[in-house]
């Protein structure tokens, strides 16, 4: 059974920063291409970012230079460094795999449970 446990989501005032992790279990975790993808209140799901078993990563423009995609595949984790926050960057965000995309929003995939981030001063 897939299972994506997401953590570290908090508090935090603008400009701040959080690491958010996702340990993952039941499936190849090496082989796979990992996603974050996060949903505002009232809004649909967004892709985040992504890294693929190559290490190649990719960003939505809206995070572009301010969030940081890794994973250490011993321990089967992914992480997402969220640095200079901003109060539109609060959202449930959530560790997936095989996402189906349209137009930046993910519309197919399995997702973890979700962390809170909010930012507010």
């Known amino acids: 059974e897939v299972q994506l446990v997401e953590s570290g989501g908090g508090l935090v005032q603008p400009g701040g920063s959080l690491r958010l992790s996702c340990v993952a279990s039941?499936?190849?975790?090496?082989?796979?291409?990992m996603h974050w993808v996060r949903q505002a209140p009232g809004k649909p799901v967004e892709w985040v970012s992504s890294i693929s078993p190559g290490l190649s990563t990719y960003y939505a423009d809206s995070v572009k230079g301010r969030f940081t995609i890794s994973r250490d595949n011993v321990q089967n984790t992914l992480y997402l460094d969220l640095n200079s926050l901003k109060t539109e960057d609060t959202a449930i965000y959530y560790c997936?795999?095989?996402?189906?995309?349209?137009?930046?929003?993910?519309?197919?995939?399995?997702r973890g449970q979700g962390t809170q981030v909010t930012v507010s001063s």
């Open positions: 039941g499936f190849f975790f090496t082989l796979s291409s």
């Open positions: 997936a795999k095989d996402i189906i995309l349209d137009g930046g929003l993910m519309t197919r995939g399995t």
